[in-house]
């Protein structure tokens, strides 16, 4: 084991941290907001709305996040009336493909974990909301939609999970993230253990840190939950 | 353009296939292996078995794959040096991706196989030994068709994950189904159209298998009565 080389570069996995982590909470907030509104439709009773949510989340689920990295990075620059649109200043980076991909991806496991939690409400807190007269979106509002999100929270801790995970696959289309500077480090120095060792004790760390934050969390928001009822 | 390279699609969609098989047959045996470490009587088996799940689950598999493709290989070398001067092997890329693959998931099916033998309740095992069976025979009779019931459905889960995981390995420079449309998306110039035959044979290994397996689970739960509310 030779530890200097990582220590010497230090400051280049701060920058890789830097760049997981944005990735990370760029991508879980787009998909997470997204996801809200594709929830309520894959609940719907109108088959229009339910329907083109489940065919849209089954495609994402079912194929891997690479394909759709790919697809976004390298595909979609294939047509010439892409190359010379206004979106191809985004699409053209790679940070802004990675992002995307992966808003897109967590935004399906999302929206079906919380058309999950929806379906399994108690009928009744519904009824209750309907006897008070509450038109549908302040049922929406102030009933279902915080049901949901509480019950979802020991769900959506192994979601944030998956996504870090795949942060890790932007290090392919070229960004430098934890394991982009992890795999410079061995081509460099052919370090092989120091460098994706390092890399691995930071995903950890973070593995860890988000597990605690979510468990703090359900301790808040899931107390009413665990009394019994 | 996409039917001349079909030959070699289909190839690359059994390369990804064959690898997905053999890594599940790793997984099961870590699992089964994990699983029952946890379960140990003896303080350090429950440890390292503990350690294993914990940590493996906590890195991403890119990072993990990278680590032992480029470690193992040094460190295998290293080993040739010191018993054969002069000579050098390369690690097989498809040999590293199955050990990758089979030892990431061993480590969540681990958790899937602990959680189902403590699901079968302890009666059935004592009602078993008393009827004078060896433990081997209550193995293969009871507890082991038991968990397999309770450890299907988080196992069919754990298959399709797997599956789209196994798409990282053409990072490794394995002719898998994604290495193999990006040949072909190189040679065209058209990535849109072969990234998205790929993700369309991810998909279709994915509707077989959900339909497969959920078969299998109507079997397997012969005899119980569902919950319905």
Known sequence: MNGQPILDNAWLFAHGLA?????????????????VPMAVARTSRHWWMARPVWLFTYAIRGTPLLVQLYLLYYGVAQFEAVRNSVAWVALRS?????????????????????????????????????????SAWQRLRRIVLPLAFRRSIPAYSNETVMMLHGTSLASVVTLVDVTGVARDINSRFYLPFEAFLTAAALYLALTFALVAAFRQAERRWLAPLRRGN | MVSAYLPSLLAGALTTLCLALSSLAIAIVLGLAGASGRLSRRPAVRAIATAYTTIVRGVPDLVLMLLIFYGGQRLINFAIEKLAPGHYVDVNPFAAGIATIGFVYGAYLGETFRGAFLAIPAGQAEAALACGMSTLQVLRRVTGPLMLRHALP????????????????????????MQRAGLAAGA??????????????????????????????????????????
Do not use: H
């Open chain 2, 188 to 229: 065209t110039r058209e990535p849109f159209v072969f990234y998205i035959a790929a993700g369309g044979v991810y998909l279709v290994i994915t509707v077989i298998s959900e339909t497969l397996l959920q078969a299998w689970q109507r079997r397997l739960r012969v005899g119980t009565r569902e919950v319905r509310l």
């Open chain 2, 154 to 177: 988080a196992l069919s889960n754990n298959w399709l994950v797997m599956l789209k995981s196994t798409a990282i390995v053409s990072v490794i420079g394995l002719p898998d189904l």
């Open chain 1, 19 to 35: 760049t997981t982590l944005g990735l990370l909470s760029a991508s879980l907030l787009a998909g997470g907001a997204l996801a």
């Open chain 1, 94 to 134: 790679a940070w802004f493909c990675a992002a995307l991909a992966m808003a897109i991806n967590t935004c399906a496991y999302t929206t079906e974990m919380l058309a999950g939690a929806i379906r399994s409400l108690p009928y009744g807190e519904l009824e209750a909301a309907d006897a008070l007269g509450m």
